[in-house]
């Protein structure tokens, strides 16, 4: 007869922590199916194009291509752009949470700066220097406040984003790669605190 249940012999399934599952429902999935979406669209519009020369000049059928092209690769680009900005935020949301397990009478609103150098007063700085998670911020800060700019100005002072998530001097464009590396160190940085807590019975 055959069992539902866990054998002796099974792997034990390793439980997400719920920062991840966080990052799974609010950025993750949500940024796949919008580049699933994209790709769709991108792949009609271009077929359709295709159609329109099959009896023109091949490089007037090439340009049109291109320009057919080019909208969805900007939007390619907001939209890790803007899954960045989820990241940060949730990041954020879940820094504060862990500084008020510390200090549960701590106020609410404070910069992530200042909740990664209470986390390090407290209990250490983590796997990832915070100078790491900082440099996101600022593309997410470039994203709301400054119009996806490198350089922009904000209450009076010029804020900046690092060269490798700005590869031209005028816009802000995370690659897929960084944004990938941002969920792992955020996720390894989190169940760091998590544990540590966790041994100080916080």
Known sequence: M???GLNLNDE????????????NCLVIINHKYTLDGLERDENRTMRAAESLGDEGDPEMVSSILDAERRPFDEFR???RNLAMVALVTRFHHWVSAY?????PLRKRGIS???????????IGEGPENASYFLALAEVRNSVIHGDSQRTWEYNGKTREVELRYA????QVEVSEPD???????????INWYDQKLICLSR
């Open 167 to 170: 590869r031209t001097p005028y």
């Open 99 to 103: 500084a008020r397990r510390i200090d």
């Open 112 to 122: 992530l700066k200042e909740e990664l150098n209470f986390l390090k007063g407290n």
């Open 179 to 189: 944004l990938t590396e941002a969920i792992q160190k955020t996720v390894t940085q």
């Open 12 to 23: 034990p399934m390793e439980m997400m922590h719920p920062f991840e599952i966080d990052l």
């Open 77 to 79: 680009i907001a939209a």
């Open 2 to 4: 055959e069992s539902n």
